[in-house]
Nanobody, 124 residues
Framework: QVQLVESGGGLVQAGGSLRLSCAAS????????MGWFRQAPGKEREFVAR????????YYADSVKGRFSISRDNAKNTVYLQMNSVKFEDTAAYYC?????????????????WGQGTQVTVSS
């Protein structure tokens, strides 16, 4: 198993930046595809970004492409989500997720382990 703990959420003004971190413990971090998802009140959990085990490829939802960047540091067992030019509609609880499957995509059920979430609130 792997345990995930997110941090870095908070209140940010529209147009500003925020960096989320997700620290992993347990099994070998480099053996997991990592993803970020978000969920706003009354809405379904949605895909934000994922990064392959080596960190060599990243994939993004169209809604965040060009504004958000996912990265990982396998030596520090941590995955990051750099959020730039944030918008009011980015307000949500953000979750990191992990799976050992190299075929993981953008669906929540592709992922086996989840953090507790960190709240991001964008003020207009």
């Amino acid at each position: 198993q792997v345990q995930l703990v997110e941090s870095g959420g908070g209140l940010v003004q529209a147009g500003g930046s925020l960096r989320l971190s997700c620290a992993a413990s347990g099994r070998t971090f480099s053996g997991y595809v990592m993803g970020w998802f978000r969920q706003a009140p009354g809405k379904e959990r949605e895909f934000v970004a994922r990064i392959v085990k080596s960190g060599g490829f990243q994939y993004y939802a169209d809604s965040v492409k060009g504004r958000f960047s996912i990265s990982r540091d396998n030596a520090k067992n941590t995955v990051y989500l750099q959020m730039n030019s944030v918008k009011f509609e980015d307000t949500a609880a953000y979750y990191c997720a992990a799976t050992p499957s190299a075929f993981a995509g953008s669906r929540p059920h592709d992922y086996d382990y989840w953090g507790q979430g960190t709240q991001v609130t964008v003020s207009s």
